[in-house]
C-alpha cells in the first residue's frame, strides 16, 4: 500500500524558507510522479512542484518558479520541497501526491487526476506572517 507522510510546515515570517518532506513507502519510486499541492482556505488545489522518480526530472508551476525547490533523497524515500523567499500568500495546507507516471506528465497531472487515479498524504499547514 502506498503511503505518503508529509511533515516540516509551521509558521514564518514572510522572506524566511521552510523545507518540507515527503516520506514514500509502497511504491517503486521509479515509475511514480511525486508532486507537491497546496491549498488556501476557500481556494481550489493547486500543483506546486513535481519530480519523476526515474530520472529526477522536475517542473514548478508558475507561481513558485525560482522560489521553490523539489528534490528527492532515494536512500531516504523521501522527496523535499525547498521553499525560499516565502509570502503571505504562500499560506495553504501542502499535500505530496503520488501516481503512476512518465516523464512529461508532471505539468498535464492535476490535483483531479491524482485524486482519481493517485494517492495524497494527509498535508502540512505552512503559515507566512506579513
Known amino acids: 500500500e502506498v503511503q505518503l507522510v508529509e511533515s516540516g510546515g509551521g509558521l514564518v515570517q514572510a522572506g524566511g524558507s521552510l523545507r518540507l518532506s515527503c516520506a514514500h513507502s509502497?511504491?517503486?519510486?521509479?515509475?511514480?510522479?511525486i508532486a507537491w499541492f497546496r491549498q488556501a482556505p476557500g481556494k481550489e488545489r493547486e500543483g506546486v512542484s513535481c519530480?519523476?522518480?526515474?530520472?529526477?526530472?522536475?517542473y514548478n508551476f508558475r507561481s513558485v518558479k525560482g522560489r521553490f525547490t523539489i528534490s528527492s533523497d532515494n536512500a531516504k524515500n523521501t522527496v523535499y520541497l525547498q521553499m525560499n523567499s516565502l509570502a503571505p500568500e504562500d499560506t495553504a495546507v501542502y499535500y505530496c501526491?503520488?501516481?503512476?507516471?512518465?516523464?512529461?506528465?508532471?505539468?498535464?497531472?492535476?490535483?483531479?487526476?491524482?485524486?482519481?487515479?493517485?494517492?495524497w498524504g494527509q498535508g502540512t499547514q505552512v503559515t507566512v506572517s506579513a
Open positions: 501526491a503520488a501516481v503512476l507516471g512518465r516523464r512529461g506528465l508532471c505539468p498535464i497531472a492535476d490535483a483531479t487526476y491524482y485524486s482519481r487515479v493517485g494517492y
Open positions: 509502497g511504491m517503486n519510486f521509479d515509475e511514480y510522479l
Open positions: 519530480i519523476f522518480g526515474r530520472d529526477g526530472s522536475t
